[in-house]
């Protein structure tokens, strides 16, 4: 028998991963778990759903019967903490595009006077976000390690100077004006190949 990830029922079901999450949870959608956590879903169940009958023809086994409250209630945790962290991700994008399309006459103003500031310089781009302060951390430490004290370093928190360089996704990175880095923290090793590049 084959058995699907749980991106990829999504997929052939054209529903959201969280609701086929919530499906599984609900006990709608049968799924064997692996040790690691991860559910494996039987194509037969795909297949079940996606009957004319639909969801409501047979009545689908409780999930992971091996799996007690303990791990079942882990599980949930972790899905919301996650969640949470992608809420506030595209709460903080979101801010950034309003702010940018409200204020593109102030953004070109500040765009030129960020241009015309002398020397190296790099700045992190966001509005005080998990993610933003350890992109912060992670290039200052870096750079430390490179023993690049020439180059200023600035964590940019305030939405009308982040707009200048366009409706970004944060945590955002730029180089002496330049958008090098949007939307993501990099590795250490990636981040020191990045900086090497754009600065020389």
């Not at 959608?29 to 969801?55: A, D, F, N, V, Y």
């Not at 409780?62 to 409250?69: F, V």
């Not at 005080?128 to 912060?136: E, F």
Request: glycine letters at 8%; charged letters at 25%.
């Amino acid at each position: 028998m084959r058995y699907l990830t749980v991106s990829q029922a999504a997929e052939r079901l054209q529903l959201s991963v969280p609701t086929v999450k919530r499906y599984i949870y609900d006990g709608r959608l049968s799924s064997t778990k692996l040790p690691g956590g991860q559910h494996r879903i039987p194509e037969s169940e795909i297949r079940r759903l996606l009957s004319p009958e639909g969801p409501e023809a047979h009545t689908a086994p409780p999930t992971a019967p091996d799996a007690t409250t303990d791990e079942r209630l882990a599980v949930v945790e972790r899905w919301v903490t996650e969640l949470e962290a992608e809420v506030e991700r595209l709460s903080a994008g979101l801010a950034v595009v309003s702010r940018y399309c409200s204020l593109v006459t102030e953004s070109e103003e500040e765009q030129h006077m960020a241009e015309s500031t002398p020397g190296a310089r790099v700045q992190v781009l966001g509005p005080g976000c998990r993610r933003c302060d350890a992109l912060h951390e992670l290039v200052v430490r870096v750079l430390r390690d490179l023993d690049r004290t020439d180059v200023a370093v600035e964590h940019v928190t305030e939405l009308n100077r982040i707009v200048v360089f366009g409706p970004v996704v944060t945590p955002a990175l730029v180089i002496d004006g330049e958008l090098v880095l949007s939307g993501r923290v990099p590795d250490e090793s990636d981040l020191r190949e990045l900086l090497g590049g754009h600065l020389g």
